[in-house]
Structure formats: structure tokens, C-alpha cells
């Protein structure tokens, strides 16, 4: 079960970069259950609903944000029904020149056969 687990929380990431990079909302907000939390620094942010997560996103990563990417990914702890992911994320410019890279934990956790991230704490910039 927990080979399961991570498979699916593994999906879950590639199909959150995938569609954070097509600047897809709808496909963005099916990887996050809602309400989704995020720690970063200090500061609790809750999206109780999906419509302005994806506008949120865009005014943290800023102007010269073009695409993110997943790279480290270390699998912390998992269990049938949650695990929890040690994730690098970066996000490149236009040129493909790196912005900022950082850490970020995830939680993803399966609810009504649903897996999706519910939690996340991270040292992002912004």
C-alpha cells in the first residue's frame, strides 16, 4: 500500500508542475484539496476554494516567472492514505535562467479516492 502511496503522490507533483507550467487552473486546483494550506517563512495562507490560487501563484512567483520545476524529491514518510514529500522547486525565467530554487514539504493525502496536496510548508521567497 505505501508503494501506492508515493506512486500517487509522486503523480500528484508531476501533474501540479505540468500544470502550473500550462497555466492551466482547473488542471492546477484538481492537484490541491481545498481548503489548501500553505506555510511560508511565518505566514498561513488558506484557499478555502480554488479560484484565485492559480492568480495567487502568479503575483508570489512574480513578473519575470516563466516555469517551475520539481527537482529533488525525497519521500520523508508515507502511509496508505498520506505521505509526505521533501520537494526542490524551481522557477526559471523566460531564458530558462534560474529565479530561485527552494525547499518545500508537501503533504498529499488521499480523501473519497482523491489524492491531492492538502498542506505545504516551504522557504519560498514570496
Given amino acids: 500500500m505505501t508503494d501506492s502511496a ?6 500528484v507533483m508531476d501533474a501540479h508542475i505540468e500544470a502550473l507550467n500550462a497555466r492551466d487552473a482547473r488542471a492546477l486546483a484538481a492537484t490541491l484539496h481545498f481548503p489548501h494550506h500553505r506555510l511560508s517563512g511565518t505566514e498561513w495562507t488558506t484557499w478555502e476554494t480554488p ?7 502568479r503575483a508570489r512567483a512574480g513578473s519575470g516567472w516563466a516555469r517551475s520545476a520539481a527537482g529533488d524529491i525525497k519521500v520523508v514518510d508515507a ?9 526542490e522547486i524551481r522557477r ?15 503533504v498529499i493525502v488521499e480523501i473519497d479516492g482523491v489524492w491531492a496536496a ?3 510548508s516551504s522557504f519560498a521567497p514570496a
Fill in 6 to 11: 508515493i506512486a500517487h503522490s509522486l503523480g
Fill in 51 to 57: 479560484e484565485h490560487y492559480f492568480d495567487d501563484f
Fill in 79 to 87: 502511509s496508505e492514505n498520506k505521505v509526505h514529500l521533501d520537494v
Fill in 92 to 106: 526559471f525565467d523566460e531564458r530558462d535562467a534560474l529565479l530561485t530554487r527552494f525547499r518545500s514539504l508537501w
Fill in 118 to 120: 492538502k498542506v505545504r
